[in-house]
């Protein structure tokens, strides 16, 4: 019987030899698909892990953003009242000088000018500090990711801190300047125009379209980045000597920043904020535009924006008030609701 199984796989020899073979290649073939099979689901588990780590980096990061932002709008407001005070006009007025014309129209030009302001210094705020706290974000995520020693980071908290400062700018020289700015807008808009005028909503949103355009693209030569950031002539970086390596640390991080502002991408994370920035103002202003309770004739909500006007005399006090709701801590729409922003401002 053995015999004869031997001379039948003698006979066979090349067909035994070919099938093992097949069999054999069958199997290493297995044994490597299922180790390369591992492999990439390691490697999708690890890019997956990555991708939410990112993930609740940046949503952590937008948060701290969000509460620093609220935490500054007090001493932004302070400012732009300090420099626009027309609290100290309208106690004025309560006297009943014998100029009373005249303070009127200087209160005129102040409502409007700081209610604007406010608009634009508030978009400003949020927008450089996503910028900013981003940028930081980014360096901590990455020294977090290679598990360096704080000897070796790229953002230790004395270069965050000195970084962050240079937001005084906005909050200062930049501000003063920006005020000026519009408030030479408003003047040329709204001083010709009598207390006495009346407005429809539409119309006073024209008049606003026609400041901002003399703000962004007016005779003011500054592009309004230069708000946020001084000029590169009073950064550290002129200093050719006694610079420490933090000083450099946060040179680099400025120049990273002022790259950040100048992009067509900023540009237009900006501008729309401020579109919907000034959406909301208008849309604040509109509570006020409403047709008489009394009025029984139908009107539609387009009809009522141009047939419902006011006098000049009565939109200031509105305008006037407007700064406490742009910038208000809690709820503020200029921090909750925002644009999408793009790639660029996540440094991940």
């Known amino acids: 019987m053995f015999s004869s199984v031997w001379s039948f796989v003698k006979r066979h020899k090349r067909k035994f030899l070919f099938t093992g073979a097949v069999i054999g290649g069958v199997y290493c073939l297995g044994r490597y698909a299922q180790r390369k099979m591992r492999e990439i689901g390691e490697q999708e588990a690890g890019e997956y892990i990555s991708q939410a780590r990112r993930q609740f980096h940046f949503e952590s990061n937008q948060r701290t953003c969000n509460m620093t932002v609220l935490s500054m709008l007090p001493t932004l407001k302070e400012a732009i009242i300090h420099q626009l005070n ?10 009943k000088p014998a100029n009373r014309l005249e303070i009127w129209e200087d209160l005129k030009i102040i409502s409007f000018t700081r ?5 634009y210094s508030t978009c400003m705020l949020v927008v450089l500090l996503r910028v900013k706290l981003n940028i930081i974000g980014g360096y901590l995520y990455l020294d977090n990711s290679a598990g360096g020693a704080a000897a070796n980071s790229m953002a230790p908290p004395d270069v965050q801190q000195q970084y962050l ?42 008049q606003v379209g026609w400041i901002r355009a003399q703000v962004e693209g007016g005779s003011s030569l500054r592009p309004l980045t230069w708000y946020m950031m001084a000029d590169e002539e009073s950064t550290l ?8 390596e933090n000083d450099v ?25 401020l579109n919907r920035g000034f959406s ?42 407007q700064i406490n709701t742009v910038c208000s801590e809690t709820p503020s729409y200029f921090v909750q609701v925002r644009p999408e922003e793009p790639e660029f401002i996540v440094t991940d």
């Open 249 to 273: 640390l946060t040179v680099k991080l400025l120049n990273e920043t002022r790259d950040m502002l100048e992009s067509p991408d900023f540009s237009t994370v900006l501008n729309t904020c």
């Open 86 to 95: 027309s609290e100290s006009l309208t106690a004025l007025l309560k006297t």
């Open 165 to 206: 400062s240079s937001i005084q700018h906005l909050l200062g020289d930049g501000l003063t300047e920006l005020i000026t700015v519009v408030k030479r807008a408003v003047q040329d808009t709204f001083g010709d125009v009598s207390l006495k005028h009346s407005l429809s909503l539409s119309e006073l949103e024209q």
């Open 280 to 321: 909301r103002l208008l849309d604040n202003l509109a509570e006020f535009f409403r047709p008489p309770p009394g009025d029984s004739a139908p009107i539609s909500a387009a009809d009522s924006l141009s047939e419902v006007s006011l006098p000049l005399a009565k939109i200031i006090p509105i305008m006037n008030g």
């Open 237 to 244: 970086a002129d200093q050719a000597c006694g610079l420490t």
């Open 115 to 119: 209610s604007i302001a406010a608009v």
